[in-house]
């Protein structure tokens, strides 16, 4: 069956291998482009988020490539994302696409419901349960790997010496793991491209700005829907922390994993969790991240998004108790990239500026 | 005794005359915000984050009415009502759950807030603690409590089985806190129209924000039938025909009303209320619109309001609309 997935972040070369590798035929999802905005503004509801008429656009066009069948993600609320799926499925047949939305509810909710549907990708694509659970695990490595490589990227960008060759490397690096089919493999992607990207030339006596980016889950995974706003840091020369990664569950080594609870962090500020989507965690990642010492944090989310209005609102509190800046971006279709640029310079200015002032002051006190 | 503060919007029309005479019983004394009006609007504009939708800027418009005026301010955490949807997870939009906070952080000088966490997921019973923690916090006993809670009940079922006659919660709110009262409804004996009008209470019967919708539907012999004036039970059945419930308490009666409201012969049209930025309604208003297309041949309307909606134009769609359902109808 020709099958296609929403496109997130570099995680496509993963999903894709998966399909391919268990009997389908994989429809990749091109990467969001002002094409698939103007398709998905066209046909989504007005007041959508920002996702939403991302995934409208792809899946127009992956149905124009072919696809019979759409898999993404469900959800037991409240965030709107998880009835994403349903108002897809109604707006496509409304057009006249001969397409099915599949949504995989949390296991947690639905774990019948679950099993039936891997069962049915299984069984269409004719691999057996055995294989299936293998191809599903190497494709759980190579997620990993390419969660490893761009977060070694995005520490190293602000040391390069020459810009833009990060972007280069990691793209190279991760080629090597589109190649990769097995775990041995992976890992020898993994090892040669952390090498590549480690064997650039850095100017080590920099010391960047560290910046923690949060919000809501799309528009933080997919650089496209951000205009690259990681990479623009980098090159600006600001080390950037982003509190999800797909991987993130598994991982222990991030920031957002090593202090345990974050609704705890965000109790004495917002009473209530979870409130849907990432609402809870980006105020407690704004403690967590004003706490590990860094310079601001970048707070990202869809207009209109619910969850992170609630954050939003609250945010203001912690940035003044914890002093820590921190920048809210609410991205929508007519957000540019220039504008974007102007505000995080700005806002890196400001955090260079409060560093001088903070050293300037220690320096003070010891003489 | 103290001065309780109860904001006009939100969930006030559902729940306000449980909670006046809850308070009242306990003998404190309830004080309303004034209706919205301008002046409330540019509060809440001005205290609110500027994202959030109108209806929470409305909120803290009246929130900023009662301060100074009370000595508590109460906006109770609305988390659920009861156990529904798919996974029986059920709640009210992600800002209700967060407003105490949002209302806390982002306003100065405001008195104490009680923020009781309502969640009756568990059962009904849970309102039992929801009462006593007030009683505790407000010093009174819990005997005195206990018979509050029970008097507050009946005059809150009072006013539901009212709505269900088919009276607007104007009326029905003043008959159900007038012991005595007999019911009369202000809505048109023999309507010219019967439209079915859903929305949230909140944009629908606040007739600042909605510009005077329902007046101007009175005024043209309009019968208004809202999902307020219908039983749980109705609704959910047909609730059950959607692929997936909605997530959010009030959109789920919004859509289920809507789908119920198809299947009746005598509605002349639908009539959705929307406030702009609403983040459920961007899904609630495709879906209603597609389904009212799908199940019926009912002309849909979709109003959406926001801080610069004016009368004329709300009248002059409104209006248009009705033509078009009286054409209809001859042509019919």
Request: proline share 5%; with cysteine.
């Amino acid at each position: 069956m020709k099958v296609s997935f929403p496109h997130m972040g570099y995680s496509p070369i993963a999903f894709k291998w998966l399909l391919e590798n268990i009997g389908h035929e994989c429809i990749m999802p091109p990467e969001p482009s002002k094409k698939t905005l103007d398709l998905g503004v066209r046909y989504s509801p007005e007041f959508a988020c920002i996702p939403f008429k991302i995934l409208t656009g792809t899946y127009l066009e992956v149905v124009e490539a072919g696809a019979e069948l759409i898999l993404t993600s469900g959800g037991m609320g409240p965030c709107r994302a998880g009835y994403y799926w349903v108002m897809h499925q109604y707006l496509l047949e409304e057009l006249g696409k001969d397409v099915k939305v599949m949504a995989f509810e949390l296991p947690l909710c639905d774990l019948k419901d679950f099993w039936k549907k891997l069962r049915y990708l299984r069984k269409t694509g004719g691999v057996s349960a055995k294989e299936f659970v293998e191809k599903v695990k190497i494709t759980w490595e190579k997620i990993k790997a390419i969660d490893d490589l761009e977060i070694r990227s995005h520490e190293l960008r602000p040391l390069e010496t020459k810009r833009g060759e990060t972007t280069r490397k990691l793209d190279l690096a991760l080629d090597m793991v589109d190649q990769a089919n097995t775990s041995e493999q992976i890992e020898d992607a993994r090892q040669e491209g952390l090498k590549l990207l480690n064997a650039m030339t850095l100017d080590k006596s920099r010391n960047p700005l560290k910046v923690g980016i949060i919000g809501e889950i799309y528009v933080v995974l997919e650089p496209a829907a951000n205009h690259y706003l990681q990479i623009m840091l980098g090159e600006m020369g600001v080390q950037t922390d982003r509190s999800i990664y797909l991987s993130s569950y598994t991982r222990k080594n991030t920031i957002v994993n090593l202090e345990g609870d974050i609704f705890k962090m965000a109790q004495p500020y917002l009473n209530e969790a979870p409130i849907g989507g990432h609402g809870v965690n980006s105020i407690g990642e704004t403690v967590l991240y004003a706490k590990h010492g860094f310079d601001g944090v970048v707070q990202l989310a869809p207009f209109a998004c619910i969850p992170e209005i609630v954050a939003k609102s609250i945010i203001p509190s912690v940035s003044r108790d914890l002093d820590i800046p921190v920048l809210t971006m609410f991205i929508d279709e007519q957000t540019g990239k220039a504008g974007v640029q102007t505000r995080l310079e700005a806002f890196v200015d400001l955090m260079e500026y409060k560093r001088e002032k903070k050293f300037s002051k220690e320096e003070s006190l010891v003489i | 005794m103290a001065k309780i503060g109860i904001p006009r919007t939100l969930a006030y029309f559902s729940y306000y005359p449980f909670w006046e005479t809850f308070f009242s019983q306990l003998g404190h004394e309830v004080v309303v915000s004034s209706p919205t009006s301008k002046a409330i609007l540019d509060k809440g504009v001005k205290e609110a984050v500027n994202d959030a939708c109108i209806p929470i800027k409305i909120y803290h418009g009246h929130v900023a009415d009662l301060a100074g005026r009370v000595d508590f301010i109460f906006c109770p955490r609305m988390v659920s009502v009861r156990k529904y949807g798919d996974f029986g997870t059920e709640t009210f939009c992600p800002k209700f759950l967060g407003l105490p906070d949002m209302v806390r952080l982002s306003m100065s000088e405001l008195p104490p807030i009680i923020d009781v966490r309502v969640d009756l997921k568990q059962g009904r019973k849970a309102m039992d603690q929801v009462c006593q923690e007030i009683g505790r916090l407000l010093g009174n006993p819990e005997k005195e409590v206990e018979s509050a809670q029970k008097k507050a009940t009946a005059v809150q079922k009072k006013y539901d089985r009212l709505l269900q006659q088919e009276i607007l919660p104007d009326e029905a709110m003043t008959m159900a806190l007038t012991p005595g009262a007999t019911p009369q409804s202000s809505q048109p004996v023999q309507p010219d129209l019967k439209i079915a009008v859903l929305g949230y209470p909140y944009t629908i019967y606040d007739h600042y924000l909605n510009v005077g919708l329902l007046s101007i539907l009175r005024k043209e012999n309009v019968k208004v039938y809202t999902q307020d004036m219908l039983r749980n039970k109705t609704m959910n059945k047909y609730g059950q025909t959607l692929p997936k419930n909605m997530f959010w308490y009030y959109s789920n009666r919004a859509v289920n009303a809507t789908l119920y409201y198809l299947d009746r012969p005598d509605i002349d049209g639908i009539i959705h209320v929307t406030a702009f930025a609403c983040g459920p309604d961007s899904m609630v208003d495709r879906l209603m619109e597609i389904e009212t297309h799908r199940r019926s041949k009912l002309p849909f309307l979709s109003v959406a309001i926001d801080e610069h909606t004016a009368e004329t134009g709300v009248r002059t769609r409104v209006e248009a609309f009705l033509d078009m359902l009286r054409y209809r109808r001859e042509s019919l």
